[in-house]
């Protein structure tokens, strides 16, 4: 599946970005669907994924501030974020895990979060 991110830019600390992933086929059945993030240095981490039971998993450094939803109607799969921190300035990817018929990872190409303090 193909995913496109958008939403990203640049936003005071204490701001608020909605980002959006449209997958290119229905989302019906992948099984889990999210966002990562990157900032320069770092490694790739999770941010917050759903499953399609909407089984959310959420990183500890944004609970609270974040929020995942997945709508299996539109193909979509966004990413609400609250009161930012300069630390949230990362490459923010969607992510998408299919199970059948075979295992297989999407990305996307990942859309900047820039919070200024």
């Known amino acids: 599946v193909q995913l496109q991110a958008s939403g990203g830019g640049l936003v005071q600390a204490g701001g608020s970005l909605r980002l959006s992933c449209a997958a290119s086929?229905?989302?019906?059945?992948?099984?889990?669907m999210g966002w990562y993030r990157q900032a320069p240095g770092n490694q790739r981490e999770l941010v917050a994924t759903?499953?399609?039971?909407?089984?959310?998993d959420i990183a500890e450094s944004v609970r609270g501030r974040c929020a995942v939803t997945r709508d299996n109607a539109k193909n979509t799969v966004d990413l609400q974020m609250d009161r930012l921190k300069p630390g949230d300035t990362a490459i923010y990817y969607c992510?998408?895990?299919?199970?059948?018929?075979?295992?297989?990872?999407?990305w996307g190409q990942g859309t900047q979060v820039t919070v200024s303090s």
């Open positions: 759903i499953t399609n039971n909407y089984n959310i």
């Open positions: 992510y998408a895990l299919q199970l059948l018929p075979l295992q297989e990872e999407s």
């Open positions: 086929k229905s989302i019906h059945g992948i099984y889990k």
